[in-house]
Each structure stands twice: as structure tokens, then as C-alpha cells.
């Protein structure tokens, strides 16, 4: 006969704590930068991340496909190295989101958030009563696979779970007053490639469309006290928008480091012999 799990006998264990520091780091006006993950899930890379001093890790989890068991392994992985974990939800689903949650993952982004309802949803899942309705399950990755005090883990889960609302859509920047307006997002997002298509600008950061779209989400998020991010491909796309009041970003994956280096490399080699 299998033992069930009982968090309310657990013990107490400091070292069990589930930190979320990205937060903290935002108060103290610092910048976090999280490397993203698309393809290439191994440990080796995660590694890499955290030796290169990366903030969290965002871990493409909609437009790529990646083994469940994989994905586990590399929470269980990202946390022995203290790489928090942002990962998107799929949609609204919440069994994907327990699951999520339940193995590790820290901070959960919503793509197309469009209205007040989509992050409340979200919000109601993501938090342990009385707060949200999140069911528990104790023992696993989200507890470090160690015994817990079921009341303290609640709160300090609570604490800690990060929601982030993905801003991609025109119809997310015209209800951006009413998202934020819920108090109950950590971060906006916006993905700047979709927000140049949804204005008619694509792949066009500089359009005028696209930067008013951009400044009107940033000017919403500073006068409901949230914090702004969004996806950088390059530091002077950053820059310009630190000085806007952006303190959360996500940038390059496995893949673009790597064909940048081996086409700058192979070049390289090429200037040697004389041949482009």
C-alpha cells in the first residue's frame, strides 16, 4: 500500500521556501533579464544560463512543443540552480496551469490577455485560498520533493506566484486601464512582435503605430504601479525603453546564440582566407 501524502503533519522546512527574487529586484529599480529556452531543454544550457548570471529562465511553452518529461526535469534543474522558472500558460486551461504550477514554476504568463476576466481567471488559479482557489498538492516539485508546514507553504506560495499579462493584441492595449485596474497583475508584457502586426507595422518596432501602442501599456503600468517588461532582441531595443520604465525582459533563445556565433565564427575563418 502506497503512503499518502499529508501536508498537515509535515514539519516546518526553511529551506523548502519557494523564492521568487524577480520581484524584489524590480523594487529596488533593477533590471531582470531572463534567457529563453526553445528547443535545445538540457540541463547544459540551463547551466549555462545561471553561470551567465540570468535573472529567470523563460521556457517557450507555446509556440514550441516540448517532451512533459523533459519540461519537469528542467524545473527540478532550473531550482537546484536558482533560476526561477517564467513559462506561458496554455490560454486559459486550468489543468495545465495546476500542472504548471505544481511542478515548479514560479510565474505564469498569460498570451493575448485582452480583458479584466482573463486575468482574474488566471489570478483565481494561480493563488491557495482564501485568495484564489488553487488546489494543493504537497511532496512534489513545488515543494522541493520536502516535507512542508501546509500554512506557511500556502502563504509564501501565495507571496511568491508572479502573474504576468501578456499585452499582443490591439484589443489587449485598449482594455489595458481594465487589466491593470484588477490589481492583480505582477507584470506587463507586451510581445512586440504580434503588437507590430496587430498595427499594421510588421516586424517594425520604430513605426510610430507600434511605439504609441507600446507607450500607452507603459503609461498604464505607471499609473497602476506595475511593473513593464517586454521581449528585446537586441540591448539598444532595451534601452529605450529602461528609460520608459521597463525592468522585465526576455531575450534571445538557445537557437539565435547559436547561429549567431556560428555564422560570426565561420566568417571569421572566411576573412582568413581571403573569401567572403
Known sequence: MIAQ???????????????????????????????????????????????????????ENEHTLFDPTAFADALICAADNQLPVVTKTPYLDRGATVRLLDAGVIALQLPMTETADHVGTLHQWLKYPPVGVRAVCCGYASTGYRPVDLKTFLAEQNEDSMLIAHIETKAGVDAIDDILGTGVVD?????????????GAPGDHHD?????????VADAARAHDVFFGLFAPSIDSA??????????????????FIDEGARRVVSEFRSLGGSE
Open 187 to 199: 507584470v506587463v508584457f507586451i510581445g512586440q512582435d504580434d503588437m507590430s502586426i496587430t498595427v
Open 239 to 256: 534601452k529605450r525603453w529602461i528609460d520608459k520604465g521597463a525592468r522585465f525582459f526576455e531575450v534571445s533563445d538557445e537557437l539565435m
Open 5 to 59: 501524502r499529508d501536508c498537515r503533519v509535515c514539519a516546518t522546512n526553511p529551506q523548502g521556501r519557494t523564492m521568487n527574487p524577480l520581484i524584489e529586484k524590480m523594487k529596488q529599480d533593477q533590471v531582470v533579464v531572463g534567457v529563453t529556452i526553445a528547443e535545445l531543454l538540457r540541463p547544459c544550457v540551463l547551466k549555462i544560463y545561471a553561470n551567465a548570471g540570468a535573472d529567470f529562465v523563460y521556457l
Open 208 to 216: 510610430p503605430r507600434h511605439v504609441a501602442a507600446v507607450q500607452r
